[in-house]
Nanobody, 126 residues
Framework: QVQVMESGGESVQAGGSLRLSCAAS????????MAWFRQDPGKERKGVAAINIRAGTVYYADSVKGRFTISKDNNKNTIYLQMDSLKPEDTAMYYCAADHLGSLASPLVDRHYGNWGRGTQVTVSL
C-alpha cells in the first residue's frame, strides 16, 4: 500500500494563498487517483479536489472551483493543492488520499480511498 504525507498547512489571512504538498512513498503512477479532502471537527470529510494520475483529469468541489488547483509531479511522487483567494470557510484539516478507483467510483467520495495521510491544518482568518 502507498503511504502519503501532507505538508504546507499554516495560518493565513483571507485572500491569501497556500500550497499544500502530498508526498507518496511509492511512484504515484502505481495508483490511478489521488485527492484532497478536508474536515472540520464534528463534521463529515468532504472532497476538495482529485486528479487522475495517468490521464491528468482533474475534479473540483463547487466550493473551490476557480480558486484551488490540483497538480502532480510524477518525478517527485507528489501532488499539490494550490489554494488562492482563501476564505475563512476554507479553514479545516486537509487530508491527502490515494487509491486505485474503479471506473464508476466518484473521485471526490472518501469511501473509495484506503490510503490516507495524517492531515495538515489550514486556518484562514479575517
Amino acid at each position: 500500500q502507498v503511504q502519503v504525507m501532507e505538508s504546507g498547512g499554516e495560518s493565513v489571512q483571507a485572500g491569501g494563498s497556500l500550497r499544500l504538498s502530498c508526498a507518496a512513498s511509492t511512484p504515484i503512477y502505481n495508483t490511478n487517483y489521488m485527492a484532497w479532502f478536508r474536515q472540520d471537527p464534528g463534521k463529515e470529510r468532504k472532497g476538495v479536489a482529485a486528479i487522475n494520475i495517468r490521464a491528468g483529469t482533474v475534479y473540483y468541489a463547487d466550493s473551490v472551483k476557480g480558486r484551488f488547483t490540483i497538480s502532480k509531479d510524477n518525478n517527485k511522487n507528489t501532488i499539490y493543492l494550490q489554494m488562492d483567494s482563501l476564505k475563512p470557510e476554507d479553514t479545516a484539516m486537509y487530508y491527502c488520499a490515494a487509491d486505485h478507483l474503479g471506473s464508476l467510483a466518484s473521485p471526490l467520495v472518501d469511501r473509495h480511498y484506503g490510503n490516507w495521510g495524517r492531515g495538515t491544518q489550514v486556518t484562514v482568518s479575517l
